[in-house]
């Protein structure tokens, strides 16, 4: 599927889905649908394919959860990146390096160990390890305020723009159609809450299915056909340092769980990265290195090589965070046939495969392999919040 081609075809009068959103979750769908035979699908991008938070250059592959769907979900997908190249021909540098979760506040262990616990059961083989195996596993981690760490060798990263094309050039053998830089404009229903349309700034195409896939800009797009998605949109940076010598040895993606510090190999060097608890909601997309300082000072206490550093570039893309920190997956019940794949919180590249898979189940009215009902995006009208526990 060439990008060039797919902006200069004109939209199809009708198709029998819609899905918006070219990122990874819609390029997932697309795939999955083709795959079970539904190749009548039009995927709609306000940009370029994986141009929003799917730009990321290494996206985080894990499935150390605390909720029992993200662990299957995370699972699962790990599973079919590790086939992704050899089904669809896509170079996505995978590399199982595992995730190093390090733990300097006692009150984490305890909650560690129940989701390691939990991991365990569902197949997954993460363990709690002691700061000195920490160090051991890698070779930046120091300090005494290290009291243990959880650890999964299956975990690891890759790149998500490499793995949304690869889905998309196998949906498009099988006849999906893209078309970037078309912004959805409006989704217009009939008196009975059906769709009938989606309306774009290149035209109209009929349908009466929308699979909305759109990230940080989902609420937006729910609202147009009158179903609430609670999204919100929230700025995250990262750096990349020079190429470094002598070449930083092979590290898991190791995560300082106190601050959410975070580093991993990237090439000759090392990306960093951390949130900043102060951040506020918004669609801000510039870069600033005053994050750095923060992040800095979390190094100081268990990582001090990473200070220091010398930074090469820099990059701050979008989470699409939801109440608790766990994804909208579903069907709307308000809304006749727009389902919803969205708010993951930092998680939808791990977890984009196997919520292909779900969404799929969900169009064709079939069992999904595993229970979404919890991820609901009606669940906050009558449940306490179930938070997810391991978020970055």
Same mark, same amino acid.
């Given at each position: ?17 819609? *899905? ?28 370029? *394919? ?61 909650? !560690? ?37 959880? $650890? ?26 893209? !078309? ?72 898991? !993606? ?8 975070? !580093? ?30 923060? $992040? ?72 999904? $392999? ?20 391991? *978020?970055?």
């Amino acid at each position: 599927m060439q990008a060039e081609a797919a902006g200069r075809t004109g939209l199809p009068e009708s198709a029998e889905v819609v *899905v918006v959103g070219g990122g990874i979750m819609g390029a997932a769908i697309a795939h999955h649908l083709a795959e079970a035979g539904v190749t009548n699908v039009v995927v709609l991008e306000r940009g370029r *394919v994986a141009s929003g938070s799917s730009g990321k250059p290494i996206g985080g592959l894990r499935a150390q959860f605390s909720d029992p769907v993200n662990i299957a979900l995370g699972a699962r997908s790990l599973e079919a990146y590790a086939r992704l190249g050899e089904a669809t021909g896509a170079d996505i540098a995978m590399e199982r390096v595992g995730y190093l979760f390090l733990l300097r506040d006692p009150g984490h262990i305890p909650s !560690f160990e129940r989701n390691v616990a939990v991991q365990n059961e569902l197949g997954v083989p993460s363990r709690m390890v002691s700061a000195a195996e920490a160090e051991r596993l890698c070779p930046y981690v120091r300090g005494e305020g290290v009291l243990g760490a959880a $650890f999964s060798p299956d975990d690891g990263h890759a790149r998500p723009a490499e793995a949304a094309w690869g889905f998309l050039n196998t949906a498009a053998r099988r006849g999906v159609r893209l !078309f970037e830089d078309t912004a959805v404009v409006d989704i217009t229903t009939t008196a009975t809450g059906d769709i009938r349309q989606v309306v774009t700034d290149r035209g109209a195409v009929r349908t009466d299915t929308v699979i909305v896939a759109a990230g940080a800009w989902s609420k937006a797009v729910g609202a147009m056909a009158g179903a609430e998605l609670p999204v919100e949109p929230l700025r995250r940076q990262i750096a990349i340092t020079r190429p470094l010598s002598p070449r930083p040895p092979r590290v898991p !993606f190791t995560i300082d769980f106190a601050t959410s510090m975070y !580093f991993h190999n990237h090439d000759d060097g090392l990306m960093l990265g951390m949130s900043d608890p102060d951040q506020e909601y918004g669609f801000h997309t510039d870069y600033s290195d005053e994050w750095l300082a923060g $992040f800095e000072d979390a190094a100081r206490a268990c990582a001090p090589g990473l200070v220091g550093l010398p930074i090469e570039r820099g990059w701050a893309g979008l989470y699409e965070m939801t109440p608790d920190c766990n994804a909208l997956i579903g069907e709307s019940r308000s809304v006749g046939r727009l389902l919803y794949a969205t708010g993951f919180s930092g998680h939808g590249f791990l977890q984009a495969p196997a919520v292909g898979e779900v969404v799929r189940a969900l169009y064709l009215g079939q069992e999904p $392999f595993v229970d979404v009902a919890a991820m609901s995006a009606d669940r906050f009208d009558d449940s306490p919040l179930r938070r997810e526990f391991n *978020v970055v």
